[in-house]
């Protein structure tokens, strides 16, 4: 990976952390979970909110409250971007392309199209500490989306 593209990443990264975006808890939601990341610190609770479409569910609100270092943090924006107002087969299929990127240890080239800001976290497959942190946010979104379809099909 270039430098330039290595400082590239880091300012979209840096800027999420900054202005997180879709940060707050917010009602209506199915279901609401606490993830920790212990080797790091970073903490979150996530609620999710899903509305019936035509098609099947959608993801109408993804709400947090988190602390944590700047990649967790980050990840947590770029995620809430990523899912919410998506048809929820399409928000899984991102949140699968992302594990891909993550697990790849710095061998995936991310495809922008799918994955947008989310390609930032590339230079971070890398570092293997530093992988849970942008993972936090994504396994505590779909433990809670996990939860809200079993309520729903229960
Ligand atoms: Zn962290």
């Known amino acids: 990976m270039s430098s330039e593209l290595d400082s590239l990443y880091q300012e979209i ?4 952390y900054k202005n997180p975006h879709h940060q707050g808890l917010r009602d ?16 979150i609770t996530l609620r999710v909110h899903l509305v019936d479409g035509a ?8 709400s947090y409250d988190s602390v944590g270092c700047s990649i967790s943090q980050a990840s947590t924006s770029v ?4 899912v919410i107002g998506k048809p929820l087969d399409e928000a899984l299929s991102v949140h699968e392309e992302f594990l891909t990127l993550m697990q ?13 800001d989310g390609i930032a976290f590339a230079g971070v ?3 293997p500490a530093r992988i849970k942190c942008a993972l936090l946010a994504w396994m505590a979104w ?4 996990t ?5 729903r099909d229960g």
Do not use: S
Not at 105 to 113: I, R
Not at 142 to 145: F, G, H, P, R, Y
């Open 79 to 82: 995620m809430t971007d990523l």
């Open 125 to 127: 497959a890398k570092f």
């Open 28 to 43: 209506p939601f199915e279901a609401e979970v606490h993830h920790v990341n212990p080797t790091c610190g970073d903490e």
């Open 104 to 116: 790849g240890k710095g061998k995936v080239e991310p495809d922008e199209d799918v994955l947008e």
């Open 142 to 145: 779909k433990d809670a989306t």
């Open 147 to 151: 939860q809200t379809l079993e309520a």
């Open 55 to 62: 098609e099947g569910p959608v993801v109408q609100d993804v």
């Open 13 to 16: 990264i840096l800027d999420h």
